[in-house]
């Protein structure tokens, strides 16, 4: 067996884990005290741990493991590939059957004329892409002041200095002198955070409106491109009323800005459809895409751009690439991946089963004392905790009652991510019925626990 297989003690691996690695989003010294848990193998929707430990894993790895884990066929295509030709680049002039292939896929899947792909290597240098994109656009179009792009607070873009900027996450710009000059940024539509006395409609309409205005304040002239997720994912969850799209839409068509829809987390049959921008009816200049692109097996993101953009980007040099821009695995796992979900209608499956029946199980969590509102949209789904339901309230610490729950939902073998005080769920989309109600047994049992922990604890008010 394969040494990395065979592995070593759970804490030996946890010391040397401490010793050697740095990790994402983390307080290094907190985890080093404890130990990482080690995630060794999968399959499915299920996760082993070091110690033997099975775990539902209700966030698909990172938002990313649609087709699930353990596809031989992927792991077949890879080894394949990497004999067959591992590795050559895009840039003088050349090309390879992979990229050729996947680029073809991508036009047919992706709705409109969005038929043109610029490879990276997941989400976010696809978004420092398009930014580049979207400005040199207008620069060759002899608007070279047009190079603002508006984005949302509480967006999440990715976590490279200019992708980080075009989020709106505050923890992110409080480090490393963000953002970068040229983005500007508009309220989210969240409504059970910021709706205050409004109905949710006329609060997605007042919050896409910040649109407009945003574009007066700065001027046309100014303003190349406005950015946004389908449904905001590291955000917590946060599905825009009904009036919001149509309104954004009506503004981008209105001045003539480009549509950016980052699909890094709703494409790939995320919301029901193979695109979040099906499921709201938006009708992007620019897509982002990576993640489910490949389920996670092989690193990949892009920028699909519109017959118009490439044609403008066609008529000049573009100074920008990857060194594995369309990397012949990651295109080669990709387009596996791809047949997989569309074969065996995957989507199809997400769409009229698995969702709805995740659905109802999920809106009735709304008679939990411990719950404000529940948030769904496809297979990825939000609860919103509370400590006073009528009041919309918050707890006095957020994030301590996601904590709670989020260790509670471990404990029960579930991996339940929280963001502030919003617990979230993103399941691999071959989740089955049988899963989905394991699911919801131990969330469900985790929010109990958590409930009496918070009223033994001083931190529940009502009920
Ligand atoms: N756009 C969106 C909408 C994303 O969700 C990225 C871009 C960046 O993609 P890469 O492949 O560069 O990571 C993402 C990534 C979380 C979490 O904790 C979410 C993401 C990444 C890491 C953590 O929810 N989304």
């Known amino acids: 067996m394969n040494v990395l297989f065979n592995h070593l003690p759970t804490e030996e691996l946890q010391a040397i884990d401490a010793a050697h690695h740095l990790h994402p989003f983390t307080k290094g010294a907190d985890l080093n005290a404890k130990g990482a848990r080690i995630i060794t193998r999968a399959k499915g929707s299920t996760l082993t ?44 002039q050349t090309s390879h059957p992979p990229v050729i292939q996947l680029g073809q896929k ?101 919050r896409a409106q910040e649109l407009e205005a945003e574009i007066e304040r700065l001027g046309i002239d100014n303003v190349a491109a406005f950015i946004g997720e389908p449904v905001q994912g590291a955000g917590a969850v946060i599905v825009p009323p009904s009036t919001y799209w149509p309104e954004i839409q009506r503004i981008c068509d209105k001045y003539e800005i480009l549509l950016i829809a980052d699909e890094v987390i709703c494409g790939f049959g995320r919301t029901g459809n193979w695109f979040g921008s099906q499921t709201y009816g938006i009708k992007p200049d620019i897509m982002t895409i990576a993640k489910g692109l490949s389920s996670g097996y092989a690193p990949i993101g892009g920028s699909v751009v519109s017959d118009e953009i490439a044609a403008v980007l066609d008529s000049d040099d573009f100074n920008h690439g990857y060194t594995y821009s369309g990397h012949p695995v990651s295109c080669a796992v990709a387009l596996e991946n791809l047949r997989i979900l569309e074969e065996e209608g995957i989507v ?116």
């Open 49 to 92: 741990d070091s110690e033997g430990v099975e775990i539902l894993d209700g966030m698909a790895g990172l938002w990313c493991v649609n087709i699930g884990y353990g596809r031989d066929e992927l792991a077949k295509v890879a080894y394949d590939q990497m004999r067959e030709l591992p590795y050559y680049n895009t840039f003088f």
């Open 106 to 206: 991508l036009a047919e899947l992706i709705p409109g004329d969005l038929n043109h792909v610029f490879f990276a290597s997941g989400g976010s240098d696809a978004n420092d892409t398009n930014i580049r994109i979207a400005r040199h656009y207008w620069a060759i179009k002899g608007k070279p002041s047009k190079k603002v792009i508006i984005s949302r607070h509480n967006a999440y873009h990715g976590s490279t200095v200019a992708a980080a900027s075009l989020g709106g996450m505050q923890v992110m710009h409080a480090q490393g002198g963000l953002p970068i000059p040229d983005i500007s940024h508009i309220n989210q539509p969240f409504w059970w955070a910021e709706g205050g006395e409004m109905s949710p409609e006329e609060f997605g309409l007042a």
């Open 348 to 463: 199809d499956t997400v769409r009229d089963e698995t969702a709805p029946y995740l659905k109802a199980k999920w809106d009735a969590l709304n008679d939990h004392p411990l719950v404000g509102e529940t948030r769904i949209s496809g297979l990825m789904a939000a609860i919103q905790m509370t400590p006073d339901k009528s009041a919309r309230a918050d707890f006095a610490n957020p994030g301590e009652a996601g904590t709670i729950c989020r260790d509670f939902c471990l404990e029960a073998g579930l991996v339940m991510r929280h963001v502030k005080d919003s617990m979230i769920i993103s399941p691999p989309l071959v989740i089955t019925k049988g899963e989905i109600d394991m699911l919801m047994e131990r969330c469900v049992g985790a929010l109990d626990k958590t409930l009496a922990k918070l009223k033994a604890d001083g931190m529940f008010r009502a009920g």
